[in-house]
């Protein structure tokens, strides 16, 4: 019966197979054997380390297994896995039961002498697989070193399927530490389901000075899509800090769980990255599987920079396909920068709403491709900047194909770029109901502001709608217009670059500035999509760098009833579509259309 199990995980689970076959792991020996702990006659053990003893006993190529009955209580556990080939499953009610269920087995560190509940070793050549389901790992506090709940080190694979972890502490990784060997003992850490009880991985209570939940060391990799990382709290990284030569990959299947079980929520930390701190130079990704839903990093808080998240050194690359980064806080015990995100010392973060490719468009009807959103800079008396997106001395961050809506801070509502080389990017994005009253996109000292393709209007408070103050400012295809607010304030010596700009005001005289009201459907209920007498519709003659519009459609769609004012592309956000519901109306605009 297990053996039978971990074929069915390791069909549902391509990667794994994958995983499996390169390492010569996918065929246990048939020397193989199943090892049960509890306190009832069907047991072979008592405790789990002796069961553990015995399957390294049997053989170190032998994949062996262990079934750990919830029939006992098992406390002070300080358990050790050395270079072993191991399957642990929890969840069963004695060890005569073949079928795993809820609740969870519970192993508890209390009182073990400041170890992890669980250590994994591998130091060798010779890549190791452990897997683990349905155990409860709590009350780990390793003081003085890493890794709470869990700490593994080496060449290895280790799954971890339906396991919570809860009120452990740590050093680094409140409740995982992981880290590899070298460049060929990579250390492969994947958090997911457990298909049989349809409980998700789940990291929630756990402390740290570094990554409350998950610390990500040199030459390891984590796999964290099916995971649910909240309510962890660190110095920095509140949910997960990915250190030197960390990796992450955040491969979301929503299909799988009602929204909102995956993400990284509600984790806080003290001074950077209240969702994930990045500060290792390799990529990171977050994709999706399909158009149900977006992976979510909301209501995290930072005591400084990086609400949700906070990507610095050069190399450093957060890509997300779909995100959806709501709800974070910044600055709440100092100043702040950030809200959503934070990017600088050579960092990157790209958000991007398009399909990348696919021949499918994941937008949904009822929500943007991508958001950043809710998010706010500066918070209990503290000043803020970047309420949405900050990029910091030498830091880049892009936003394709999303909305940028109702983020708040002091200066640059919206966003915000400051110092050399620092650059913010908007294409193809809707920028509306921002709060604040120093300006909603700033660009200082030395920093650019890149604008293609966007909506920038509906924004409550004062201040400039485009703040540059020796910077740079480039705007094409886009529409900035709110009459009661000042178009764009320029200062020093900055550089401005526009093309096929509607305003309602002529912020660049030397440009191409063209002031005339845009013709929203109905901007007084937030419907920024243009009327069909608008004189914004075909009025542009170059593409957007993406050549996709805010809800991943094309651009360049050359209605047959509207006059090429300037050439086949729409300004602002949205391309209207041949038929459109305006155009399939008749061009009825009396019933307004309603935006995401």
């Known amino acids: 019966e297990m053996e039978m199990e971990m074929l069915k995980t390791i069909v549902t689970r391509p990667g794994l197979a994958m995983t499996l076959w ?85 192993l508890d560190g209390a009182g073990n002498g400041n170890n992890p509940v669980l250590e994994i070793r591998s130091p060798g050549n010779t890549r190791q697989l452990v897997q683990i389901m349905g155990l409860e790992l709590r009350g780990g506090h390793a003081t003085t070193g890493d890794g709470g709940a869990l700490r593994i080190v080496g060449n290895a694979q280790l799954d971890l399927l339906g396991v919570y972890l ?24 994947s958090l997911g389901r457990d298909a049989a009880t349809g409980e998700p991985f789940r990291a929630e209570g756990n402390t740290a000075s570094l990554g409350g939940a998950v610390y990500i060391g040199a030459y390891a990799r984590l796999n964290a899509g099916s995971a649910r990382i909240a309510g962890n709290h660190a110095i920095s990284g509140g949910g997960i800090y990915f250190g030197p030569d960390g990796e992450g990959y955040f491969a979301f299947d929503p299909g799988v769980a009602p929204p909102g079980t995956y993400g990284i929520h509600s984790n806080t930390a003290e001074k950077d990255g209240g969702g994930i701190y990045i500060g290792s130079g390799l990529m990171h990704y977050v994709f999706r599987y399909s158009a149900v839903g977006s992976y979510r990093i909301s209501s995290n808080e930072a005591g400084r ?67 950043v959103s809710g998010n706010r800079a500066g918070l209990n008396g503290h000043s803020g900047q970047g309420g949405g997106l900050f990029a910091g001395l030498g830091g880049h961050v892009t936003f394709l194909v999303g909305e940028l809506r109702g983020n708040g801070s002091e200066q640059g509502s919206a966003g915000m770029a400051a110092g050399n080389n620092a650059t913010l990017t908007l294409d193809s994005v809707l920028v509306s109901g921002n709060i604040g009253d120093g300006g909603t996109l700033l660009a200082s000292s030395a920093a650019t502001l890149d604008l293609q393709g966007i909506t920038l209007t509906g924004e409550p408070g004062s201040g400039p709608l485009l703040g540059i103050a020796d910077a740079t400012l480039n705007v094409l295809d886009s529409i900035i217009h709110q009459p009661a607010r000042v178009a764009a304030a320029i200062a020093g010596a900055s550089t401005i670059s526009t093309d096929c700009v509607v305003s309602h005001e002529n912020f660049h005289p030397g440009g191409d500035v063209r002031v005339f009201d845009p013709g929203f459907i109905d901007a007084a209920h937030g419907a920024y999509r243009l009327r069909p007498d608008s004189q914004a519709l075909d009025a542009c003659s170059n593409s957007t760098s993406f050549n996709v519009d805010v809800r991943d459609n094309p651009r360049g769609v050359d209605l047959p009833e509207i006059p090429d004012i300037g050439g086949p592309y729409d300004a602002g956000a949205f391309e209207t579509q041949v038929g459109d519901r305006l155009f399939a109306d008749g061009f009825d605009t009396s019933a307004p259309m309603p935006e995401d």
């Open 166 to 189: 809860h009120d452990n502490s740590a050093i680094s990784g409140g409740a995982i530490h992981a880290r590899g060997n070298s460049l060929t003992g990579i250390l492969d850490l």
């Open 305 to 371: 920079d990086g609400g949700g998240i906070f990507v610095s050194g050069p190399g450093s690359y957060l890509f997300a396909y779909g995100l959806q980064l709501d709800g974070n806080r910044a600055g709440t015990l100092e100043s702040g920068r950030g809200g959503g995100g934070y990017a600088g010392d050579g960092g990157t973060i790209l958000i991007r709403g398009d399909s990348g490719g696919d021949p499918v468009n994941y937008c949904l009807p009822d929500a943007p491709c991508a958001s």
């Open 22 to 106: 390169l390492f010569g792991l996918l065929a246990p020996s048939a020397e193989a054997a199943v090892f049960r702990v509890g306190g009832d006659p069907a047991c072979t053990h008592t405790d789990i380390q002796s069961a553990i003893d015995a399957a390294a006993a049997n053989g170190g190529e032998t994949l062996d297994s262990i079934v750990i009955a919830r029939n006992l209580s098992y406390v002070a556990q300080a358990l050790v896995i050395d270079s072993q080939r191991l399957l642990l499953r929890g969840g069963y009610a004695d060890c005569s039961s073949t079928t795993r269920d809820l609740p969870m087995t519970v």
